[in-house]
């Protein structure tokens, strides 16, 4: 059976597969795609297959397909344009009759949460393509708190706009692995899972665990949406990523990103990563 990975090159690509080969798998029936050079020839001295993949020149997908008899979609980087290039995956995956497993976000085709349209559209097409396929709506990225994690250790504060909100994150090893699991099962086919973490955390939450961690006291500090894109870009943020980073904060606090149910840590046989032993590894 070969595998294709798109968006092998990124964060969560290299990790699926990583987590594909510690299974077992032959890595001569790996394909890794993406666009950077670099990123790939690190990728091929795994012994893996790397082909350049480019969502917006199908061309690529038709070399990089051939044989495929499953794909892994892992959405691209650049909103905006993510469901044409999605699309154009998707057709290559038909031309190819390969099944297909897409990164999605939590329940992309109702929630309000900004980055779901993309995500809805790409379902929308998967549903009428014909094609086999499973869904993987992926909460939040505990790796996205880095930043805010090492701020609060270091300055001892935490600015949000997020309320009181959960997130139920995990982290990109957690669903790489899920999506090894999934890659090498046909029980998941047709399947819309949710996978987030555990133990969804509030920013209160956040802070007391870094807290705990670090040895230093951390305070939170609540404001509105339009203090926060205003404090944002007085960080040098520019208006659409700090009206963005915000947005995300209101739909934080709206609760959308609070839900989890256990699927993945059931997909994956151990409990997802604690958000503490997360933060234990990250500050070292
Ligand atoms: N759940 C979350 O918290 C969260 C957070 C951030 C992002 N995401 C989504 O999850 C995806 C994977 O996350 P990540 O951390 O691995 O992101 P990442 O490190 O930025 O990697 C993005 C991957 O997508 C590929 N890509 C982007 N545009 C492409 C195009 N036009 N054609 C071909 N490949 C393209 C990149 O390839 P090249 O670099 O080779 O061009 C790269 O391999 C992201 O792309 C985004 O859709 C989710």
Redesign the pocket.
Known sequence: MTIVI????????RQVVEQLLARGVDPSTVVAG???EE?LAALASHGVRTAR????DPSTLDDAFAGAEKVLL?????VGKRSV?HKAVIDAARRVDASLVY?S?PKASTSALVLAPEHKATEGLLEGSGLTYTVLR????TE?YDDTIRQAASTGSILTSAGRGRVASAT?RDYAEAAAVVLLSDDYAGEILELGGDEPWSVDELASVVADVQGNDVTVEQVSTDQHVAALQGFGLDEGTAGFVAAIDANIADGLLAESDGTLSRIIGRPTTPLRQYVAELLG
């Open positions: 798109t968006g092998a090159t990124g964060h969560l690509g993406g666009r950077n990123a993949i480019d969502y917006s892992i959405s691209g980087s650049e290039q990164t976000a992926n909460n939040w990225y996205n990109r």
